[in-house]
């Protein structure tokens, strides 16, 4: 299971802003390039993106649903990755000073993605989601400047 921390400097609330709001999805998702429609009960249980993934002409529709949401604190989805299959995302998240420090936990459910050895596979997903933290704290910072 891949474990990427990352203190922001904006608060709970701010991440949860931008956690709730299904169409900046693609912004601070590395990997989803488009987001087509998201259910009206976003985020709550159940609910589903549905987006896109990889770079034009390579594009695939995929979905990810919401399995938990307790907001500021965490949200839990599981993200339909194809080829590569089903992924858990947990994303944790705790007040800090005038920040806070997020917790983003990814290991794949389903699919060829868990036959790839741990290492490689947690190297690779730990990669992704420094920048996919970094590109969150950027939106959240950026939308509380508005």
């Known amino acids: 299971m891949s474990v990427t921390v990352r203190a922001l400097d904006c608060t709970p609330e701010q991440v949860f802003a931008v956690l709730e709001d299904p169409w900046v999805y693609p912004t601070w998702v590395v990997g989803a ?16 993106l549905h987006h ?9 529709d995929d ?3 919401v399995d938990t949401w307790d907001a500021p604190r965490r949200m839990v989805l599981e993200a339909k990755t194809r080829p590569f299959g089903r992924e858990r995302v ?31 596979a947690d190297l ?11 590109r969150l704290e950027y939106v959240a910072k950026g939308r509380a400047a508005e």
């Open 63 to 65: 979905e990810t649903v």
């Open 33 to 48: 390039s488009r987001l087509r429609a998201a259910d009206p009960t976003y985020p709550r249980q159940g609910a589903r």
């Open 124 to 134: 690779i997903l730990h990669i992704r989601n420094v920048e996919t933290l970094r």
């Open 52 to 60: 896109s993934i990889g770079v034009w002409p390579f594009v695939l």
């Open 90 to 120: 947990i994303i944790d998240v705790k007040p800090r000073g005038a920040g806070c420090v997020v917790r983003m936990e990814e290991y794949p459910i389903g699919g060829p993605a868990r036959f790839i050895p741990r290492p490689i």
